[in-house]
C-alpha cells in the first residue's frame, strides 16, 4: 500500500518546479533507483542494437546518406528522452515518416544530394515550430481529427508503397525513372530476369537469417539459459545479425566490384554536424502543408504509442508536454543534420519488453549510437542495400493491418468505407493528398450525422404552462401561430437543415403569421447560424409572418446582443415559450378554441 | 386562397411523371400563363445585355479566348433552365471559377493555347461527373462543410486576387512571367510610368460610364417613362454601354494599331462546336482535387442562390436535383467547348428584379447569345482588354463583403478567425489550398467543440434504483466500484477524451475492481470509439480491474454482437445500471453500507 501511494505521489506530483515541467526526466531521476539502472542498461543496449540497422535503411528510404538516420537517434532521441512524458517512448527515425520526407522533397531535388539535405532540414525545423505552435495554442486535440479507420488505412497504404520502394534494392534491378512506384514494381516483375543474383541472395539469407533469429534463438538459448521467457527482446536481434552477415559476405568474398552489389559506401566518421536549414521564403511556404502532415501523423503516432505503454502502468502522457518534447526533437533534428522524428513503435515496444524502467534507457541506447560514429562507421562501408531492403520490407510488414478492416466491416460499414477510402486515395495519388481525403471522407462523414439535429413542433399541454412535441403528445396548435424547438445548437453543420425545416413548415401553412423558435436547448449559435436566422427572418417578413424567439440561454444572449440581428427582428424575445404563446394567441384571427381566455 | 392553394399545388405536386422528375421545367411549363411570358421576355433580355460582356471578361480571365464564355452561356446555361429546381437562377461563366481554373490549368499549359482549352475541358467534365456522384450518394449536406465564414474569407480573397490580376489590362503594362500576382501587382506599381496612356484612358472612360449608368440612368428616364422604379434592371446595362462605346472608340480611332490598345481580336462565328476531353489517365487523376474544389463552390454558390431567391416565394429548391442540373450543365460546357459553370449571383438577381418568372427568361437570353454568336461577333474585334478588365473589377467588387467579418468578430471571435484565415490562405498559398485550409479550421474547431462530451460519476440515490452525477446529488458510493456514465455518443473525435478520463478515474482509485460504463445516452459507436473501450478493456484487465457494460441501447447492442469485444470483454453486460451495481457491490470487501442486503 505504501508503494502504492509512493507511485500514486509519483504520478501526480502536486507542486513541480519549473525545470521538472518543462524537463520530465528530472521527476524521473528523483525517484531513481540503483536496480532500475540494471534494467534500463539491458533495455537500452538492445534497443540500440535494433536502432542502428533501422536508422540506416531508413536514412536510404527517405533518400538520405546512412549518417542522416544515425543522426536522429543522436541529440533528437535525448531531446525527447529528457522532454517527453511517455516513459518507455524512443523517438527517432521511423519508416512512414521517411516515405513521407522522401515523397515530399523528392519534388525539389535529387535524392541524396546536398540539396536535398538542405531542404529536409527545412522540412523537419517546420514540423518541430508547428508541433510547438500546436503546444502554445493547446490544440493537441488535433490527434482527433484521425479516425482509427483512417490510421489503418493510411499505414497499410504506406506500408505497401515502401515495400514497393524496396523492390529495387531487394532484386538489385535499375529502373529508369518513373512516376509511380507502381510502374517502378511493374518493370521490375516484367525485367526478372536482369536481376542481380549476389544481391537477391543476400536479400533471401538476410530474411532467413531474420526469421531464424525470431523463430529459434530464444529455444535455442534455453539450452543455456533454462529460465529465458519467449518474448524475451533476443528474439528482436535480428536485423543486426543480417547486417554483420551482410557485411562480412560482401567484404571476404569483394561481392561489390566481383558482382556489382551496391553497398552503402563510406559513411563519415564523427558526431553530428551543426546544420541550418535554407532561407528561401517561397521554399519555407511550400513545404508547409508537408509539414503539417507529417507533423501530425509523427504526433498521433508518438502519443498513441506513449499511452498505449503507459496506460499498462496506470500512467498517463500528457499530449501538451508530447507536442513541446517531439517539437523540440524535430528542431534539434533540423539542426543536427538529421531528419523528422517521431516515436517508433517497434523499437519502443522492444524497449518495454527488454525491461526498460525510464527513459535512462534511451540514454544508454544513445551512447551506443554515439560509439557507433565515433568508431564503428567503417564497417557499414561494405553493408547491401539488399539487407537493408529487408530490414525495411520486414519491419513495415508488423505495421499492416487487415482485420481492422474485417471488423469494421461488420461493426460500421462507414469506417469500412473510410478505411479503404484512405488507402486507395494514398495508393493513387500519395501519401499527402491520401491522408487529406481520408480526414476529409471520415470529417464528412460525422458532419453529415450532425447535421440533421432533432427538431419538434411544440403545443400547449391542456392549459398548463409545458409546450410538448405535437407527434407525441395532445396538445393544443393553432393555424396563425406556430412553436419550433430546436433540439441542438445552430452551426454551420446544421444551419441549412433548420433553415429547410423552417421554410417547410411555412410552405405548407398559409394561415401562418407567427413563428416561436424555442430555443431553451440551443448552448451556442456560430455566425452560420446567426446568418441562417437572419436570412430566415428577412424572408418571412416578406411574406408577412414575424419570427419570435423564446427561451433563450444567458450565454446566446449576450451573444445576441452584440449584433443587429435583435434589432432586425420582426418579433419578439419571449422569456418563456408560455409568455409568448399566451401573447401571440391573443392576435388570433382564427383560434382554434376560442372559449379560451388569456391574459 | 384558391389562388393559394393552386400555388400550393405547383409547389409540392403529389404525383410527378418521370420527365417532370428530372426537368423540373415540364411542371414549371404545364403552369405557364401568357402574361408570364412578357414577364420572361423583359427578363431574358436584360440578362443577356448583361451576359454577354461578363461571358467574355470571365473568359480571359480563365485563360481561355472569348468564345468560351460565351459557349458557356448556350447549352450549359439551357441544361440547367431545364433541369435546375432554381427558377430564377442563372447558370454560365462566374468570375470565381474562372479564377480558380486559372490557377489550376496554368500550371499545365499556357493560357489561350490549344492544349489549355482542352485540359479546361477535362476539368468541366470532371466537375460534372463529381456532382452527379454527389447526387448519386445523396451527398447534397456536402453544403454544409462550407460554413459563412469560409465562404465569406474565400470569396473576399477570391476578388483581391481577380481585382490584382486585372491591373495588367487597365494599365496596359506588360508584366514579365512572374510567379505571383502579388509580384505582378508590384511589378506594375513599380512601372506605372510605362502605362500604355490610350488604355488606361479606356479604362478611366469605362468605368466612368458603368458609373453613370448605375447612378443616373434611372433618374434621366424617368423624364420619359416617369413610373420607373428605383431598382429598375436598366441600371445595371453599364457594362454592355461601355463595351459598346470602348468597340466604337478604339474601331474608329484605331487606336489598337496608333497607341496599341490590347483589344480581344478575331472571335469565331458560328454555335459551339462539339468538343472531346483529351483522354490522359494521369492528368484526370492530378484534376481531380481541382474539380471537387471548383465543383464544391459552384454547387454552394448556385444553391446559395437557388434557396435565398426561391424562399421570397415561399418556394424550394431540391438540392439533389440542383447536383443534378448543374453536374448535367458542367458536362454540357465540357462536351462544347466552354469551362465549368456555376449560377452567377449577379445575372440571377438581375434576372429577378427585371421580372423573370420562369426559367423561360433563361431560354430567351439563350436566343439572344445565340444572335451574338452567329451574327455579331465581329464587333468584339476591337473590345479592348481594359474595358473587359473594368467590368471584371466592377462586378467582383459586388461581392466582397468586410461588414460580415466585423460583425463575426462582435459575434464569434472563432468565426472572425476562420474568416481571416481562409483569406490569409487563400492569398499566401492559391485557391485551392486556402479554400482546403479554411474548411479544415472550420471543422478542428467543430471537433474541438464536440470532443469533450460531458461525462459524470453516479451513484444510487438512497435506496431508489436512480443513479445520478455524484457532483451534484447526495448518493452512494463504494471504493472498490465506479459507474461512469457517458453522455453521449462514442466516436473518434471524442475517444481519447472518454479514454483520458476513465483512466484518471482508475489512476486516482487503488482499491478500484469494477467499473461500469453506462451507456444509456451513447446512440452510436463508430470503430475507434469500439477500438478505445477494447484498448481501455485490456489494459484495466492487466491492472486487475473488470470493465461492465450497463444500459446499452439496442441498436449499439446489435452493433457490438457483431465483434468479438463481448467476448474480450472483462466483465458483464447489465440490462440496468441497478442490476449492475446490485451485482457487484456483493463481491465488496470494503462496503461502504453494509447493512443493506441485495439478492
Not at 14 to 42: C, K, M, N
Not at 82 to 111: D, H, N, T
Not at 184 to 200: D, K, P
Not at 291 to 307: C, D, K, P, R, W
Request: glycine residues 6%; charged residues 15%.
Amino acid at each position: 500500500m505504501s508503494d502504492q501511494s509512493g507511485n500514486r505521489r509519483r504520478l501526480l506530483p502536486a507542486a513541480q518546479s519549473r525545470w521538472e515541467t518543462v524537463f520530465p526526466i528530472v521527476t524521473t531521476l528523483r525517484g531513481y533507483r540503483r536496480e532500475d539502472f540494471g534494467h534500463d542498461l539491458v533495455a537500452g543496449t538492445v534497443v540500440a542494437v535494433l536502432t542502428i540497422p533501422q536508422a540506416i535503411a531508413y536514412a536510404f528510404l527517405a533518400g538520405l546518406p546512412a549518417e542522416a538516420g544515425l543522426y536522429a537517434c543522436m541529440v533528437p532521441m535525448v531531446i525527447y528522452a529528457l522532454m517527453g512524458s511517455g516513459r518507455e517512448v524512443v523517438v527517432g527515425p521511423v519508416a512512414i515518416a521517411a516515405l513521407m520526407v522522401s515523397s515530399a522533397v523528392g519534388e525539389y531535388a535529387e535524392a541524396f544530394s546536398y540539396r536535398y539535405l538542405s531542404i529536409t532540414t527545412t522540412l523537419a525545423i517546420e514540423v518541430g515550430a508547428l508541433l510547438m505552435l500546436l503546444k502554445w495554442l493547446r490544440m493537441s486535440g488535433i490527434v482527433n481529427l484521425l479516425s482509427h479507420p483512417v490510421i489503418v488505412g493510411f499505414v497499410n497504404a504506406a506500408a505497401i508503397l515502401i515495400i514497393l520502394s524496396q523492390l529495387e534494392a531487394v532484386f538489385g534491378i535499375s529502373v529508369p525513372g518513373t512516376d509511380s512506384l507502381f510502374a517502378e514494381a511493374f518493370y521490375i516483375v516484367g525485367h526478372l530476369s536482369e536481376a542481380n543474383a549476389a544481391t537477391f541472395s543476400l536479400a533471401i539469407l538476410a530474411l532467413g537469417v531474420m526469421l531464424f533469429v525470431s523463430r529459434f534463438s530464444v529455444p535455442l538459448l534455453r539450452h543455456i539459459f533454462p529460465s529465458l521467457p519467449d518474448a524475451h527482446p533476443v528474439n528482436r536481434v535480428g536485423p543486426m545479425v543480417a547486417t554483420i552477415v551482410g557485411v562480412v559476405l560482401v567484404a571476404v568474398f569483394s561481392l561489390d566490384q566481383t558482382y556489382d552489389v551496391r553497398v552503402v559506401g563510406a559513411v563519415p566518421a564523427g558526431l553530428p554536424p551543426l546544420t541550418w536549414p535554407v532561407l528561401e521564403f517561397q521554399l519555407w511556404i511550400e513545404l508547409l502543408p508537408t509539414a503539417a502532415m507529417i507533423g501530425l501523423v509523427a504526433f498521433v503516432e508518438t502519443y498513441s504509442i506513449g499511452t498505449t505503454l503507459a496506460s499498462r502502468h496506470r500512467r498517463r502522457v500528457n499530449p501538451d508536454q508530447e507536442l513541446l518534447a517531439l517539437g523540440a526533437a524535430n528542431v534539434a533534428a533540423a539542426l543536427t543534420g538529421a531528419y523528422p522524428v517521431a516515436g517508433s513503435f517497434s523499437r519502443s515496444s522492444v524497449n518495454v519488453s527488454a525491461g526498460a524502467r525510464t527513459n535512462v534507457s534511451t540514454l544508454v541506447c544513445f551512447l551506443g549510437i554515439a560509439a557507433t560514429l565515433l568508431w564503428f562507421t567503417p564497417l557499414f562501408h561494405f553493408l547491401p542495400h539488399a539487407v537493408l531492403g529487408v530490414i525495411i520490407i520486414a519491419s513495415v510488414l508488423t505495421l499492416v493491418d487487415f482485420t481492422a478492416l474485417r471488423h469494421q466491416w461488420h461493426f460500421n460499414r462507414r469506417d469500412a468505407f473510410i478505411n479503404v477510402g484512405t488507402l486507395v486515395a494514398v495508393l493513387t495519388f500519395d501519401v499527402e493528398a491520401g491522408l487529406v481525403i481520408g480526414i476529409f471522407i471520415s470529417v464528412a462523414l460525422l458532419i453529415h450525422r450532425s447535421s440533421r439535429p432533432h427538431i419538434a413542433i411544440v403545443g400547449r399541454i391542456g392549459t398548463s404552462e409545458h409546450f410538448r412535441n405535437i407527434e407525441r403528445h395532445d396538445v393544443e396548435t393553432f393555424p396563425h401561430v406556430i412553436a419550433v424547438r430546436i433540439d441542438g445548437s445552430i452551426y454551420f453543420a446544421n444551419a441549412r437543415h433548420i433553415e429547410n425545416f423552417l421554410m417547410q413548415i411555412v410552405a405548407e401553412r398559409w394561415e401562418l403569421e407567427h413563428l416561436v423558435i424555442v430555443c431553451s436547448p440551443v448552448n451556442f449559435i456560430d455566425s452560420s447560424g446567426l446568418e441562417m436566422l437572419d436570412r430566415v427572418t428577412r424572408n418571412l417578413a416578406a411574406l408577412g409572418i414575424d419570427v419570435h424567439l423564446a427561451e433563450v440561454k444567458g450565454p446566446v444572449m449576450d451573444q445576441l446582443e452584440t449584433t443587429d440581428f435583435i434589432r432586425r427582428l420582426s418579433g419578439k424575445i419571449y422569456f418563456t415559450t408560455d409568455q409568448a404563446m399566451r401573447d401571440l394567441e391573443n392576435f388570433s384571427p382564427g383560434k382554434s378554441d376560442p372559449s379560451e381566455t388569456n391574459v
